[in-house]
């Protein structure tokens, strides 16, 4: 069982800046792709960003592209989301996810997730 453990998050002004952080005791961190979510309360859970296990391919929703930056530190075993020039709209739970296979767009094709963190960008 791999638990994914969350920080970060809070509350910021448009246009700021967050950045979470995914950790995990796994010694085999580096064999897991990884995700992150968000889930706005009223809407479903949506994908945010992906990354490969070396690190070497992300993978963006449109919305966020540009702003977010995805990217993981095997040797400190810990996932990262950037968030840059943040909007109303980004205002959700956030969650990190793992998958042995992947990395996946799908959030049912994870294995593991993380806590959640609540991110609020006020206007």
């Known amino acids: 069982q791999v638990q994914l453990v969350q920080s970060g998050g809070g509350l910021v002004q448009a246009g700021g800046s967050l950045r979470l952080s995914c950790t995990t005791s796994a010694r085999t961190f580096s064999v897991y792709a990884m995700g992150w979510f968000r889930q706005a309360p009223g809407k479903e859970r949506e994908f945010v960003a992906a990354?490969?296990?070396?690190?070497?391919?992300?993978n963006y929703a449109d919305s966020v592209k540009g702003r977010f930056t995805i990217s993981r530190d095997n040797a400190k075993s810990t996932g990262y989301l950037q968030m840059n020039s943040l909007k109303p709209e980004d205002t959700a739970v956030y969650y990190c996810a793992a998958s042995i296979r992947g990395p996946w767009v799908s959030g049912d094709k994870y294995d593991y997730w993380g806590q959640g963190t609540q991110v609020t960008v006020s206007s």
């Open positions: 990354i490969s296990r070396s690190g070497g391919s992300t």
